[in-house]
């Protein structure tokens, strides 16, 4: 059964870069049937997808965040990653990875259990 | 982006009951549209995709209807374990893939 395990510091500081990572098992990354994905969620703007990553490294991101984000994507390690720069009081969330199938099927079907981030001095 | 909009915020039932949110789309997303539940502390489970197919192991009590900009999610006879919150989600596009904002199923 697939498992998706986020991780990363729970703490960041204004004007930093958030990195995080999730650990894969259960299933390989290299799949080419599936795109890893980076969600989060916020009281007051609810879910919001940041942006998702293909096994080759191929990305698409959420135009609203595409400046600020960066995602990795390590086969050998199976696992993918997520940078964010330039944080703000604004961008603590939880943060969730996931996965979703190839399209017309690209609805998130698996999640990692999320992890907190506070954007704070 | 394409918006999307559920109705109600919050919704007071028994166990029971039978429940229904609606979502709505800014622009027309054919049936590419999925409803998740989240419970406190976790993270969303997916229930329903396209529309109206039940994922695997979720229980019948769980519906789904519609296309285009309207859409339903129906649960008959409402369980303890389904007070929680409840989101809908477009496919159609992904740039960004969208969430409407939740509708929490409380007990009256």
């Known amino acids: 059964q697939l498992q998706l395990q986020e991780s990363g510091p729970g703490l960041v500081k204004p004007s930093e870069t958030l990195s995080l990572t999730c650990i894969v098992s259960g299933g390989t990354i290299s799949s080419k049937n599936y795109y890893w994905d980076w969600i989060r969620q916020t009281p007051g703007k609810g879910l919001e997808w940041i942006g998702n990553i293909y096994y080759n490294g191929g990305t698409h991101y959420n135009p609203s965040l595409t400046s600020r984000v960066t995602m990795s994507v390590d086969t050998s390690t199976n696992q993918f990653s997520l940078r964010l720069s330039s944080v703000t009081a604004a961008d603590t969330a939880v943060y969730y990875c996931?996965?979703?199938?190839?399209?017309?099927?690209?609805?998130?079907?698996?999640w990692g259990q999320g992890i907190l981030v506070t954007v704070s001095s | 982006d394409i918006q999307m909009t559920q109705s109600p915020s919050t919704l007071s039932a028994s166990v029971g009951d039978r429940v229904t949110i609606t979502c709505r789309a800014s622009?027309?997303?054919?049936?590419?549209l999925a409803w998740f539940q989240q419970k406190p502390g976790r993270a969303p489970k997916l229930l329903i995709y396209?529309?109206?197919s039940l994922q695997s192991g979720v229980p019948s009590r769980f519906s789904g209807s519609g296309s285009g900009t309207e859409f339903t999610l129906s649960i008959t006879s409402l369980q303890s374990d389904d007070f929680a919150s409840y989101y809908c989600q477009q496919y159609k596009s992904y740039s960004p893939y969208t969430f409407g904002q939740g509708t929490k199923v409380e007990i009256k």
């Open positions: 396209k529309a109206s």
């Open positions: 996931a996965r979703h199938a190839s399209c017309p099927n690209c609805y998130f079907d698996s």
């Open positions: 622009e027309s997303i054919s049936d590419y």
